[in-house]
């Protein structure tokens, strides 16, 4: 995948090649950063990540509840996983860390309910995938390089990084029947062909699984955390073996299928008799000392068991990208039985905060209101954007074009700004 890196680049030592290190639009620099540091420095000063601080991950922003996590301290911890992952597995640190402080970017407000809103108001127009409008973000909205006749180029970061951000490559037509998850949009095909020139069809490079895995693992514990610290979640109720296999039950269907009730049961019993899981909550320091405990034990737990099979598997051979064959990708390889615990984690925290049934009517209200948003912008024009996207919407030339500048903004909003720009177009007729 190309010529070797500079022989100062510590990259160079862990498989990275030059061709790595491109950029969609040719840069030189001075000084000491490596591409990949000053990648990651790209993303942590960008606008899109500080707009993370206001959207929402499992509880709003806006919920009332000061203390719980929002979609960028989430991508903070997620990075803080990923960057130890890349340590012990022999990977950039840099590539890793900045995939993971990117992967949540293309979230719109109301996290994945906003989503399904913005993807219902795109049907037939191409659809909207959060992880798809990262990449977007990345290579286009997020102003900072621009080409020769003017086009923005966005944060213009390496092949390798982008690629590593990319937790599904490819398009909504090769998804997968009846799947809803894709990488790029059709009007982005262009820098998603570059960032994946030479790599395996449909295969995540090694980077991109493990920001996965960090992702899974710090939504897991850090949710589930959230959620009992709010008392969505009573620890008395879950430890009672009363209604005990319709939790089961509630979390085996929101797998869906990809593990059954025996294999979720026995994950559960793993977790659940571990000396700080919680039987209890009453707000002491010393149960938020032994949450924090648990936490912490399932961190190192979900991390080791995939560290030491895939070193293991690996048995010497560089694993950075695609490792050094790739006919053969690299793979992270995650024990089945830490997936079922990560699994039991996250449906437990759906079963309790994102499917119960004193949530739907919430739910309902934040869709409703960026379907509104949407019509409301729609039908005013360029005149109500941003003056950004007011652009875009004046040079596209198809309905997909100008309804996709349309949904750029609306996703770019933070919960708090959805709800603002709603009163201010919504409630009262337009001037």
Same mark, same amino acid.
């Given at each position: 995948?190309?010529?070797?890196?500079?022989?100062?680049?510590?990259?160079?030592?862990?498989?990275? #090649?030059?061709?790595?290190?491109?950029?969609?639009?040719?840069?030189?620099?001075?000084?000491?950063?490596?591409?990949?540091?000053?990648?990651?420095?790209?993303?942590?000063?960008?606008?899109?990540?500080?707009?993370?601080?206001?959207?929402?991950?499992?509880?709003?922003?806006?919920?009332?509840?000061?203390?719980?996590?929002?979609?960028?301290?989430?991508?903070?911890?997620?990075?803080?996983?990923?960057?130890?992952?890349?340590?012990?597995?022999?990977?950039?640190?840099?590539?890793?860390? #900045?995939?993971?402080?990117?992967?949540?970017?293309?979230?719109?407000?109301?996290?994945?309910?906003?989503?399904?809103?913005?993807?219902?108001?795109?049907?037939?127009?191409?659809?909207?995938?959060?992880?798809?409008?990262?990449?977007?973000?990345?290579?286009?909205?997020?102003?900072?390089?621009?080409?020769?006749?003017?086009?923005?180029?966005?944060?213009?970061? #390496?092949?390798?990084?982008?690629?590593?951000?990319?937790?599904?490559?490819?398009?909504?037509?090769?998804?997968?029947?009846?799947?809803?998850?894709?990488?790029?949009?059709?009007?982005?095909?262009?820098?998603?062909?570059?960032?994946?020139?030479?790599?395996?069809?449909?295969?995540?490079?090694?980077?991109?699984?493990?920001?996965?895995?960090?992702?899974?693992?710090?939504?897991?514990?850090?949710?589930?955390?959230?959620?009992?610290?709010?008392?969505?979640?009573?620890?008395?109720?879950?430890?009672?073996?009363?209604?005990?296999?319709?939790?089961?039950?509630?979390?085996?269907?929101?797998?869906?299928?990809?593990?059954?009730?025996?294999?979720?049961?026995?994950?559960?019993?793993?977790?659940?008799?571990?000396?700080?899981?919680?039987?209890?909550?009453?707000?002491?320091?010393?149960?938020?000392?032994?949450?924090?405990?648990?936490?912490?034990?399932?961190?190192?737990?979900?991390?080791?068991?995939?560290?030491?099979?895939?070193?293991?598997?690996?048995?010497?051979?560089?694993?950075?990208?695609?490792?050094?064959?790739?006919?053969?990708?690299?793979?992270?390889?995650?024990?089945?039985?830490?997936?079922?615990?990560?699994?039991?984690?996250?449906?437990?925290?759906?079963?309790?905060?994102?499917?119960?049934?004193?949530?739907?009517?919430?739910?309902?209200?934040?869709?409703?209101?960026?379907?509104?948003?949407?019509?409301?912008?729609?039908?005013?024009?360029?005149?109500?954007?941003?003056?950004?996207?007011?652009?875009?919407?004046?040079?596209?030339?198809?309905?997909?074009?100008?309804?996709?500048?349309?949904?750029?903004?609306?996703?770019?909003?933070?919960?708090?700004?959805?709800?603002?720009?709603?009163?201010?177009?919504?409630?009262?007729?337009?001037?």
């Amino acid at each position: 995948m190309g010529d070797a890196l500079p022989r100062h680049d510590p990259a160079l030592a862990l498989g990275y #090649t030059a061709a790595d290190s491109e950029r969609f639009l040719p840069e030189h620099h001075s000084g000491a950063r490596t591409d990949f540091a000053r990648d990651r420095a790209r993303v942590l000063h960008s606008s899109g990540w500080r707009r993370l601080a206001a959207k929402t991950q499992v509880l709003s922003p806006a919920s009332g509840v000061d203390f719980a996590r929002n979609r960028l301290t989430h991508s903070l911890e997620v990075a803080q996983i990923g960057r130890e992952l890349a340590v012990a597995l022999g990977v950039s640190q840099d590539v890793v860390d #900045t995939a993971c402080l990117a992967h949540d970017l293309g979230h719109p407000p109301f996290g994945h309910n906003g989503e399904k809103a913005l993807n219902d108001w795109m049907a037939g127009f191409g659809g909207f995938e959060g992880n798809a409008q990262t990449l977007r973000i990345l290579t286009r909205l997020e102003p900072k390089h621009f080409a020769p006749g003017g086009a923005s180029v966005g944060l213009n970061l #390496t092949r390798a990084t982008l690629d590593a951000s990319c937790k599904y490559p490819w398009s909504l037509v090769e998804a997968a029947p009846g799947s809803a998850k894709f990488g790029y949009f059709e009007s982005d095909a262009e820098v998603f062909h570059w960032l994946r020139a030479g790599a395996p069809e449909r295969r995540k490079c090694i980077e991109a699984q493990i920001m996965d895995l960090s992702d899974d693992i710090a939504y897991s514990v850090h949710d589930f955390e959230d959620a009992v610290v709010s008392e969505h979640i009573d620890p008395e109720i879950l430890t009672s073996r009363s209604g005990h296999s319709a939790l089961i039950r509630a979390v085996a269907e929101w797998a869906d299928g990809r593990f059954d009730s025996d294999e979720l049961g026995d994950a559960y019993d793993r977790m659940s008799a571990g000396a700080n899981w919680l039987t209890r909550w009453d707000g002491s320091r010393r149960d938020q000392g032994r949450l924090k405990n648990f936490t912490s034990d399932m961190i190192g737990r979900f991390a080791r068991a995939p560290i030491r099979a895939t070193l293991e598997a690996a048995d010497g051979r560089p694993l950075a990208r695609y490792g050094a064959d790739p006919a053969a990708p690299a793979e992270l390889l995650v024990p089945r039985e830490i997936r079922a615990e990560i699994a039991v984690l996250k449906g437990i925290v759906a079963a309790f905060v994102m499917q119960s049934g004193r949530r739907q009517p919430t739910y309902r209200r934040q869709r409703g209101l960026l379907v509104e948003l949407l019509h409301t912008l729609w039908e005013a024009g360029p005149s109500e954007l941003e003056p950004a996207y007011a652009a875009d919407l004046r040079e596209a030339d198809s309905e997909a074009e100008a309804r996709r500048a349309v949904v750029d903004q609306v996703a770019s909003l933070t919960d708090q700004s959805a709800i603002a720009w709603y009163r201010r177009l919504c409630d009262a007729p337009l001037a």
